[in-house]
């Protein structure tokens, strides 16, 4: 990846930078780009060489760290150039892999999400922002700002009956676009027998006739909301509907949801979404977080 732009930069204004993880993101976004090279050496390797001077000059650094593990060593090494050049560095990330290996269970285990933290509080960052953490347990590992997107969710939430929480870590983003789109809210406990196998039981009872939306912060196999959707339906609900940030859509998902009684799935692009179903609806994040960076 070469990412050239001529003429001076205008110190006043943001200059960004990104790895390839959030490419599809950032070439949407009307905010001067920094020069920088990242490529790989014949053998893999990857290499970072940032262009341009960026001495005490606030830059910004776009990037996630979903699979594969390249993404988090490209963002690591983008940091680590841009430290070097002594620039004043910002991160803000679409989707923050590793969020939900946040505690230890078994004995043995790595606890990855506190590793990453680690790694990412060396490079002394002056500003993390993340789309919807998965888990607030990385409040004591790193300090970042959680951003929920959800002025990108109330076109859709609003044209609901009913605005549910398919367990308590949705409760209060739930509860915010209800209140906001003036619709009821329900909400939904998950139980988890085995782990990405999950149970979902509804705690309110006046839901039949209704048109529900469903609210989480991402979807991963699907098992959560395809369970939700057939309890829903037993309890005579007219259409069941899904908002999620991040669309993971792993192994079968797609192809699961396909069959399942869910109508209409909407997910932002925080990831690049290659999953293609006439239920799958991508919302562009771009703006959005173009918008952060302008106002931070």
Known sequence: MVQEISGEMNMA??????TS??????????????RFVMKRF????????VLENVRRKKVWVLASTFSPAENILELFFLLDALKRGGARVNLIMPYFGYARQDRVVENGECLS?????????????NKVLVIEMHSPRLKKFLK???IVPFELFYPAACRADV???PDKGAVEVAKKISRACSVSFAGMEKIRPVKEKARVTMKADNVKGKRIMIIDDMISTGGTIIEAGKMLKKRGVKEVSVVATHGLFTGSAVKKLEKSPIKRIYVTNSIPQKATSRKIKV???SGFVEGLIKKS
């Open 13 to 18: 204004k943001p200059i960004l930078f990104y």
């Open 21 to 34: 993880s959030a490419k599809h993101i950032a070439e949407r976004m009307r905010i001067k780009k920094g």
């Open 42 to 49: 014949t053998d893999g390797e990857i290499y970072v060489r």
């Open 113 to 125: 999400s506190e590793v990453v933290c680690s790694l990412l509080r060396g490079f002394r960052l």
């Open 144 to 146: 970042y700002e959680n």
């Open 163 to 165: 605005v549910a929480a």
């Open 283 to 285: 919302i562009d994040i």
